[in-house]
């Protein structure tokens, strides 16, 4: 069965930090591209960043220079971190595995960046 759980989300204020984790089971974790996306409330789903299997990363211009995406093949983890956070970075951030003909979701954090 393949589980896809993150960690990390919560409260913080403006200008703060958070690093979110997606730990995947069930999968042959170093063979899949990892994808952070965010859906904040009456809004699309979309993608923050993402990391191939070989270490390449992309971001959405909206978190360029404040977050970076990581992976460790040996834990089977992949990482969000991000700083100086905004308000209209508050949404709930869930994990993508992709594939080449499958891909997996985890159930998402709620990150709410507020004063």
């Known amino acids: 069965q393949v589980q896809l759980v993150e960690s990390g989300g919560g409260l913080v204020q403006p200008g703060g930090s958070l690093r979110l984790s997606c730990v995947a089971s069930g999968i042959s974790f170093r063979a899949y591209a990892m994808a952070w996306y965010r859906q904040a409330p009456g809004k699309q789903r979309e993608l923050v960043a993402d990391i191939t299997s070989g270490g390449i990363t992309n971001f959405a211009d909206s978190v360029k220079g404040r977050f970076t995406i990581s992976r460790d093949n040996a834990e089977n983890t992949v990482y969000l971190q991000m700083n100086s956070l905004k308000p209209e970075d508050t949404a709930v951030y869930y994990c993508?595995?992709?594939?080449?003909?499958?891909?997996?979701w985890g159930q998402g954090t709620q990150v709410t960046v507020s004063s």
């Open positions: 993508k595995a992709r594939g080449t003909f499958t891909n997996y």
